[in-house]
């Protein structure tokens, strides 16, 4: 076995230490009656060679990867840098462990530091975590917090619009049904967008969170201006879950418009597809509400030396500690993800953000318009969108349609009918700046030659 | 030269490096984007005014080679798996195999859309399916999840299941959970969320949990009994079939920890002793790496009869084809987006076909060998507060050291000088200055008998210069850290 160094002359030597004569013995404080006694049926042991060749045919078989891919709603595929990969392979990195012993955990600490400034920077806010686990958990998470930060001040209640990602939605609702915290959901309004005044309506009974996502699931700019005046009136948080962070090299962050709790899927930052993780949430607040945040934070000390380095600290709020009193049950998190993401958004830097958001506008904006002057296709909604928008179907059914497109090797994007009945006519196109021209024309004249009955 | 058995801390070069921001200088960038083939829009002509990025994001400007020294630097500083035994009690911190990352990598698996059609991503669905059959057969049970994305959120999901259970079965989810009080923090705080309040029992005076402690606690307000096997002790919950007897009579469910499963591999499955859910971490048991903290991987595996509360979506096999099935109207819902840590699941599945039913077996055999040969050495210059046989880990205090004034931490920090990491420290809180040591099967004999020679040298070193302890780590990047000043005064970016 190429992973365990023992060997037999060595089995007995320390067989004869511990005094027990053969290894099956050390398993006798099991009592008889639950000892396996046939082998556990697996399949045989493989060497790396024939692991490899096994693994590699079942790679083969997803060939939706060799498919010009338009492809979003909550994962995107992005330029990143080989640079990546080489560091967070790097042994020191991957097998390492979380860092509660900082004097030997300190390049992972410094990174986690780094990360946490990163992501303030990026969402506009104070104060970041180490990350959680994705964008959907980190969205409960925020509920549970904007309940635990305005304890007895705010009704037990969050009220979440209907354009934020379904999954998500569907993870806030798994989380918090056994918390005694309520959660509304306010219908699409008009135009793929929240509903304001309905939302308004919702909160005028009191909310300790308004939650709302932009760019919304369907691409489209939410008006954080009228979240936060729904936040105010609820006398609750304001939660803002933003599922394409690219975004933000253009759009001004929620913290701008005065978001409390600011939760973000990184996976965009240099983080492969992989059929949908590991990836990474990014979850930030405002400095008032740190001790009510959930995860790990890393912060900045001196050692006796009097040299600067870091910490793990605040763990007060965290399970190891407080147990069924903390902030959170999180203790693993996506800390490797969130290096990737630490790297990519030093590769990228200041300009690089701005001119990736400015690229993915272009790609998208171009398309938009091409597919709105096609026959049999129309751009349901007016709002301003960034690298994704809805495509209405008006002849072919979009599961059909779909599928045509499959036939030419074309993913043409997410069907939206299951999560909104209203839309069953409708599907999600995604352009990032990977698409190439010739992708683009190819699903463009696709369309306009199978879109007609 | 170094003998073959010293210890293996020694000095290095080490290089000063400030963060990235200290570093910018304008104009510089790391990564080039292809061009547009489309024209350049002006972003004031389709988004509106009030919704434009007033300033950027301050990220720094710095160049290619830059980030590559920064970030090598900084891995400089940390010890990992690859460069020392880290023996850190209840956390498995095995070898992760190298074949596994490349498995990981392969352009089939790593660039494959979460939403692509399932008929286009069959060989990824097929080793989900087989994933969950492997891992069905070494917990005993009959259906598993992959969907959670740690231990703690796999506890959270496999309560969740227990609650929905109890609803079903007696129309209410009842109100409390036993826990042990060696358990691992995450486990009351799992039960909280799920929105149960948690009832401490205590380990017996042997360190095993006892069955009238148990009896004496049960009532048809507790939902489960929440147990850990081998606990944190690193001792097998001998009476745990008893125990699970008595939660079922009661009409209890009992759900197992995991986290040490890697003892029992081959040996014990804990469907056969009465386990109803449990979770699996993957980044402990099936090798795949913790990355300083993650991402790990936490499936839970049921009982038939729990099988319509796991979370949506499931992979079902239909023929020789695979798909997604959302449509079960039982299931507690959904634990975070999509189906699981996929890449880490490719890790772990890799790792199972590599070993094959004996190499786990092997695991177990050796992880156990390791840790009790480490007792026997060990035992004799600390104090060991259950001396009997244990498995995968061993637990030892400061007790005979607190007389020279030196504690557990000091013996963890000089551990760090000799070129270990240290143990678990503190943990479990039922032992008072608690040194938990998990070697794992990793480890060889040589290696081990280092660690011997470092702890017995630190035991000496109490007793001739208990001063020096106070002053250790002298060797790595930082010395010991001021973790008060660092909560007090927070500078969190």
């Keep these: 076995m190429r992973f365990i160094p023992a060997t037999d002359a060595e089995i007995r030597e320390m067989l004869a230490t511990v005094g027990v004569e053969q ?50 709603a909550g994962a995107y595929r992005h330029v990143s840098s080989v640079v990546i990969d080489a560091l967070i392979a790097r042994s020191e990195f991957l097998t390492a462990y979380t860092p509660y012993q900082p004097e030997v955990s300190q390049g992972t600490l410094q990174a986690i530091f780094e990360f946490q400034g990163f992501v303030c920077e990026l969402l506009g806010m104070e104060v970041a975590n180490a990350s959680v686990y994705d964008a959907a958990s980190g969205l409960a998470e925020a509920c549970l917090m904007a309940d635990r930060a305005l304890r007895r001040k705010a009704r037990k209640r969050v009220v ?138 890393a912060g900045a000390t001196v050692d006796r030396a009097g040299e600067t380095g870091f910490v793990l600290t605040l763990a007060t709020r965290e399970q190891h500690i407080r147990r069924e009193k903390a902030t959170s049950n999180i203790c693993t998190n996506q800390a490797l993800c969130a290096l990737a993401a630490t790297i990519h958004l030093a590769l990228l830097g200041k300009r690089g953000l701005e001119q990736v958001a400015r690229q993915n506008l272009s790609q998208a904006t171009w398309m938009k318009r091409a597919v709105s002057r096609l026959e049999g296709f129309e751009v349901p909604f007016e709002g301003p969108t960034f690298n994704e928008f809805v495509v209405r179907s008006r002849e072919v059914p979009v599961a059909d349609l779909l599928e045509r497109l499959e036939a030419r090797r074309i993913l043409a994007g997410v069907p939206l009918g299951t999560d909104y009945p209203h839309l069953e006519d409708c599907w999600l196109l995604t352009v990032t700046e990977t698409a190439t021209r010739s992708d683009m024309e190819r699903l463009v004249s696709a369309l306009e030659e199978e879109g007609r009955k | 030269m170094t003998a073959k058995n010293s210890t293996p801390g020694t000095r290095g070069l080490v290089f000063r490096e400030p963060l990235l921001r200290d570093l910018s200088t304008e104009g510089r960038r790391g990564l080039d984007l292809p061009p547009l ?9 389709v988004l509106p005014e009030w919704a434009l990025r007033r300033a950027p994001a301050e990220l720094p400007e710095v160049s290619e080679p830059e980030v590559v020294r920064h970030f090598t630097r900084l891995s400089q500083w940390n010890y990992s798996i690859d460069t020392g035994m880290y023996p850190l009690g209840s956390c498995t911190m095995k070898y992760n195999p190298r074949v596994n990352e490349a498995m990981a990598r392969l352009p089939g698996f790593a660039d494959l859309h979460p939403r692509t059609p399932d008929r286009l991503a069959q060989g990824a669905l097929e080793l989900m399916y087989e994933l969950e059959r492997f891992l069905a057969e070494i917990s005993g049970l009959d259906r598993v999840t992959l969907q959670p994305a740690a231990g703690a959120h796999g506890e959270l999901c496999g309560v969740l299941m227990m609650r929905a259970w109890h609803l079903r079965t007696h129309g209410r989810p009842r109100t409390k959970v036993i826990v042990p009080e060696s358990a691992h923090g995450t486990n009351p705080a799992s039960c909280a969320i799920a929105g149960y309040r948690v009832v401490p029992v205590k380990n017996g005076p042997d360190g095993i949990v006892e069955p009238a402690q148990v009896a004496e606690l049960m009532d048809d307000e507790v939902a489960g009994f929440m147990v850990t096997c081998p606990n944190t002790l690193g001792l097998f919950e001998r009476h745990i079939g008893e125990i699970a007897e008595i939660v079922h009579e009661a009409g209890g469910l009992v759900y197992m920890d995991g986290a040490n499963l890697n003892a029992i591999l081959g040996e ?44 949506v979506p499931v992979v079902v096999q239909e023929g020789d084809r695979y798909r997604l099935e959302y449509d079960r109207p039982d299931s507690i819902g959904k634990m975070r987006s999509f189906y699981g840590n996929f890449g880490v699941l490719v890790r772990a599945h890799a790792y199972i076909r590599s070993l094959g039913a004996e190499g786990l077996k092997r695991v177990a055999e050796i992880a156990v060998l390791n840790a009790n040969y480490l007792k026997e050495r060990l035992k004799e210059h600390f104090h060991l507060p259950f001396d009997q046989p244990c498995m995968h880990e061993l637990v030892l205090t400061d007790k005979h050291q607190q007389s020279f004034g030196v504690k557990t931490l000091d013996i963890a920090k000089r551990l760090i000088d000799l070129g270990f990491h240290p143990p678990t420290v503190y943990f479990p809180l039922v032992v008072s200055g608690a040194l938990m040591i998990e070697p794992t099967e990793s480890e060889s004999k040589e290696t081990l008998d280092q660690f011997v020679d470092a702890m017995v040298q630190i035991a000496e070193e109490c007793r001739a210069e208990p001063e020096r302890l106070k002053e250790a780590p002298r060797r790595p990047v930082r010395q010991r850290l001021d973790e008060t000043r660092a909560a007090r005064n927070l500078v969190l970016r």
């Design chain 1, 23 to 72: 290894v099956s013995d050390l398993f006798d404080v099991i009592p008889d009656q639950f000892r396996l006694r046939r082998p556990l049926s697996l399949p045989r042991a493989l060497s790396e060679w024939e692991l490899t060749r096994d693994m590699a045919g079942l790679a083969r078989r997803n060939e939706g990867v060799e498919y010009a891919s338009f492809l979003g």
């Design chain 1, 160 to 297: 979440v619009s209907e354009t934020v990602h379904p999954e998500y939605r569907r993870v806030v609702s798994t989380y918090l049904e056994h918390s005694g915290i309520e959660v509304e959901v306010v219908p699409v309004g008009e135009g793929g967008v929240t509903d304001w005044e309905r939302l308004s309506a919702a909160v005028a009974r009191g909310a300790s969170g308004v939650v709302v996502q932009s760019p919304n699931y369907f691409g489209i700019v939410e008006d954080l201006r009228r979240a936060r005046e729904a936040a105010t009136e609820a006398g609750g948080l304001l939660i803002v879950a933003v599922a394409e962070p690219v975004s933000l090299g253009l759009l001004e962050p929620p913290g701008g418009f005065g978001a409390d709790i600011v939760v973000a899927e990184g996976q965009s930052f240099g983080i492969p597809l992989s059929f949908g993780g590991p990836y990474v949430g990014l979850f930030a607040t405002r400095d008032r509400y740190v001790r009510s945040m959930p995860g790990r934070v």
């Design chain 2, 37 to 45: 083939e489309v024209d350049e829009v002006d972003p004031g002509e």
């Design chain 2, 268 to 311: 014990a499955r804990p469907g056969d002793f009465g386990v109803d859910v449990m979770h699996i971490n993957l980044h402990k048991t099936f090798s795949t790496p913790h990355g300083g903290g993650g991402p790990g991987s936490g499936p839970v595996a049921v009982r038939e009869d729990l099988a319509p509360f796991l979370p």
